[in-house]
């Protein structure tokens, strides 16, 4: 049986002033795919804006909005309507993969996957060598357990912490600071998967579980970030360091791709001689509705 999510993600930017806004580029809405479907999906946004659609390379929907009225704010809102289908159901249990560590990608699969399997920094590498074979001194015979140690790893040797600020450390940042965000985690351990070889990806979306507090996760209330990992015959697998998640339904893709530069939400500019932004609220509610069939 999927859940039934509505999802209001609710962003809004004060300027000290009126301003007039210039294109903004929004990654909001999720593809369908057959472990979630989009039943409906709406953005207000004000100023009014004039919306043109378009998949960006990595075939993820983004929407390029356009103004003519100047303002002293942008307020855009997404609702979302979705069913989650568990990736456990799907898969049939995560334990069931026996792919081995050290692997080999196929022919094609090396071919399809280069973009994805080089580090972003790769000067980082030294760096993120030597911490990792302190941390995590151990190595499983198959990729996903691998995998799975390396999340668990990474999240015992970070500390979380929320930073409003734009953009993400560089693993090494990460790694010398001790302290990160989701988007941190998601990509120390990616950039940490390309090292030993494998293909990952930025993934950004929202948290979900009744119980996350009680558990301890964290992420929720706002947009959550993560890594898939291409492991040999299982295909792409959610890996969230975060919060020691592998493979969860809790996790609710919107977009993926091959930097978190290019997984932001909302990005644009804006013109006003001497103005400034006063403030920024981003607020997530992520509620279960009753499934209808």
């Not at 009744?210 to 492991?231: F, K, L, N, Q």
């Not at 607020?283 to 009753?290: K, Q």
Request: charged letters at 25%; aromatic letters at 10%; proline letters at 6%.
């Amino acid at each position: 049986m999927p859940d039934l999510l509505r999802i209001v993600h609710r962003t809004e930017y004060r300027y000290d002033r009126v301003v007039q806004f210039g294109p903004h580029r929004l990654m909001l809405r999720p593809r369908d795919a057959h472990d979630l479907w989009v039943e409906d999906a709406s953005l207000s946004i004000y100023p009014p804006a004039q919306l043109r659609w378009k998949f960006d390379p990595f075939g993820n929907s983004v929407a390029s909005a356009s103004f003519t009225d100047p303002a002293d704010r942008l307020s855009v809102t997404s609702t979302l309507l979705l069913r989650r289908y568990s990736t456990e159901n799907r898969r049939g249990g995560l334990g069931s993969s026996t792919a081995p560590f050290p692997f080999e990608y196929s022919a094609d699969e090396k071919v399809d996957l280069r973009p994805f399997r080089r580090m972003h920094d790769p000067e980082d590498e030294t760096i993120i060598s030597g911490w990792i074979d302190r941390v995590f001194p151990g190595r499983p015979a198959t990729a996903l357990a691998f995998l799975s140690d390396l999340a668990t790893a990474i999240h015992g040797a970070i500390s979380y912490s929320r930073r409003d600020e734009m953009g993400t450390q560089t693993a090494a940042e990460t790694i010398r600071t001790g302290r990160g965000t989701c988007r941190d985690f998601a990509f120390l351990f990616m950039e940490t998967a390309r090292s030993f070889g494998f293909a990952a990806r930025f993934v950004t979306g929202y948290l979900h579980d009744a119980r996350a507090e009680s558990r301890g996760m964290v992420g929720g209330g706002a947009t959550h970030a993560w890594a898939d990992v291409y492991v040999p015959d299982e295909g792409w697998i959610e890996f969230d360091p975060t919060n020691r998640i592998v493979g969860g339904a809790p996790l609710i893709r919107v977009a993926t791709t091959r930097t978190p530069r290019q997984a932001s939400p909302i990005s644009g500019s804006f013109v006003g001689r001497g103005a400034a932004l006063r403030g920024l609220d981003v607020v997530v509610d992520v509620t279960s509705e009753h499934v209808r069939d």
